[in-house]
T-cell receptor
Framework: RKEVEQDPGPFNVPEGATVAFNCTYS??????FFWYRQDCRKEPKLLMS???SGNEDGRFTAQLNRASQYISLLIRDSKLSDSATYLC???????????FGSGTRLQVQP | EAGVVQSPRYKIIEKKQPVAFWCNPI?????LYWYLQNLGQGPELLIR????????DSQLPKDRFSAERLKGVDSTLKIQPAELGDSAVYLC???????????????????FGAGSRLTVL
C-alpha cells in the first residue's frame, strides 16, 4: 500500500462548480500535511498547508481528519486557471523529507 | 530573488551513456533534495542533503546513481550508466530547514526548480 493515495482523476468540472479531492495516508504518526499544485510540465508549488482545525484560503479549503487518516481539498467557484494536478503531501515523524501522492488531475471546462 | 536553478532543462542520451544534472538552491537554504518524477506520478525522493551531508539516500539506486553537494551549496546528480527506465524528470528542491513544518511565515517549505527532463533512447 502506498504511503499517500489519491484518486488520479481526471475530474472534469464546469466553471463555477465546487469540487473536492480526498487523500488518504497510511502512517498514523504523520505530522504535517500540505497540498501542492502542479501545472502541466511545470514544477510543483505549495498551494496550502493543512492544519488540524482546517483552514481556508480564498476559494480553497483544506481539512484534516486524523482519526480516518485523510485530507481533503475543496475548491469553490472553479476557474479555468484551476486546471492542474493537485498533489497531497505528507511529512512523517522521523523523516524530514516530504512524501507526495500521485496527484489528482482537475480540468475545469468553460 | 532567484529561485532554484537546474540545468540542463532537457537531455537526450542513449542507454549506457552517463548524464549529470546540476542544481543551485535558493540562497541560504540549507536543505537540498533530489526528487524523481515519472509521468502521471508524484515526485519520489532520491536523496536529501542537510548542508553538505547526505542524511537520507535510502531511495537512491547506488549502483548507478551518485550525488554530491560540495560546500553545502550547489549539487550534482549523476547517472552512470543510464538505462531506459531512467527516463523521467529530475527535480531539485530546497528548503530553509528540514522542510515540512507548518509555514506560518511562509518559510520552511519546499521550493522546486523547473526540473531536468531526461530521455534515454
Amino acid at each position: 500500500r502506498k504511503e499517500v493515495e489519491q484518486d488520479p482523476g481526471p475530474f472534469n468540472v464546469p466553471e463555477g462548480a465546487t469540487v473536492a479531492f480526498n487523500c488518504t495516508y497510511s502512517n498514523s504518526a504523520s505530522q504535517s500535511f500540505f497540498w501542492y499544485r502542479q501545472d502541466c510540465r511545470k514544477e510543483p508549488k505549495l498551494l496550502m498547508s493543512v492544519y488540524s482545525s482546517g483552514n481556508e484560503d480564498g476559494r480553497f479549503t483544506a481539512q484534516l481528519n486524523r482519526a480516518s487518516q485523510y485530507i481533503s481539498l475543496l475548491i469553490r467557484d472553479s476557474k479555468l486557471s484551476d486546471s492542474a494536478t493537485y498533489l497531497c503531501v505528507v511529512k512523517n515523524t522521523g523523516r524530514r523529507a516530504l512524501t507526495f501522492g500521485s496527484g489528482t488531475r482537475l480540468q475545469v471546462q468553460p | 530573488e532567484a529561485g532554484v536553478v537546474q540545468s540542463p532543462r532537457y537531455k537526450i542520451i542513449e542507454k549506457k551513456q552517463p548524464v549529470a544534472f546540476w542544481c543551485n538552491p535558493i540562497s541560504g537554504h540549507n536543505t537540498l533534495y533530489w526528487y524523481l518524477q515519472n509521468l502521471g506520478q508524484g515526485p519520489e525522493l532520491l536523496i536529501r542533503y542537510e548542508n553538505e551531508e547526505a542524511v537520507d539516500d535510502s531511495q537512491l539506486p547506488k549502483d548507478r546513481f551518485s550525488a554530491e553537494r560540495l560546500k553545502g551549496v550547489d549539487s550534482t546528480l549523476k547517472i552512470q550508466p543510464a538505462e531506459l527506465g531512467d527516463s523521467a524528470v529530475y527535480l531539485c528542491a530546497s528548503s530553509l530547514d528540514g522542510g515540512g513544518r507548518l509555514p506560518p511565515s511562509g518559510a520552511n517549505v519546499l521550493t522546486f526548480g523547473a526540473g531536468s527532463r531526461l530521455t534515454v533512447l
